[in-house]
């Protein structure tokens, strides 16, 4: 059974930083693309960053510069670091893996899902 638990979530203030978590289990997910999603309350969810195989990442242009995704093979574990946190940030992160190698941006694309960790920046 395929499991991706996300871990790292909470409250901080603006400007501030989180590092989120996710650890897969039932499978090795290192030659597959990964993700970072979002969803704000009466929102919809959105992408947030991917992580090819090879370590090749892009992003949402509303946190480029500010998250990076990174992964660890070796611990089946994808991280995405949050710097210079805004209230807009404020969501529910849910981290996705796909059957394939190259990144996709839309969640219908993405085969696993954890169930998410809460992040709220407070202003």
């Known amino acids: 059974q395929v499991q991706l638990v996300e871990s790292g979530g909470g409250l901080v203030q603006a400007g501030g930083s989180l590092r989120l978590s996710c650890a897969a289990s039932?499978?090795?997910?290192?030659?597959?693309?990964m993700g970072w999603f979002r969803q704000a309350p009466g929102k919809e969810r959105e992408f947030v960053a991917g992580i090819h195989c090879s370590g090749a990442s892009t992003y949402a242009d509303s946190v480029k510069g500010r998250f990076t995704i990174s992964r660890d093979n070796a611990k089946n574990t994808v991280y995405l670091q949050m710097n210079t946190l805004k209230p807009e940030d404020t969501a529910v992160y849910y981290c996705?893996?796909?059957?394939?190698?190259?990144?996709?941006?839309?969640?219908?694309?993405?085969?696993?899902w954890g169930q998410g960790t809460q992040v709220t920046v407070s202003s």
């Open positions: 996705a893996a796909r059957g394939q190698t190259y990144i996709a941006r839309r969640p219908p694309d993405y085969d696993y």
């Open positions: 039932g499978r090795t997910f290192s030659r597959n693309a």
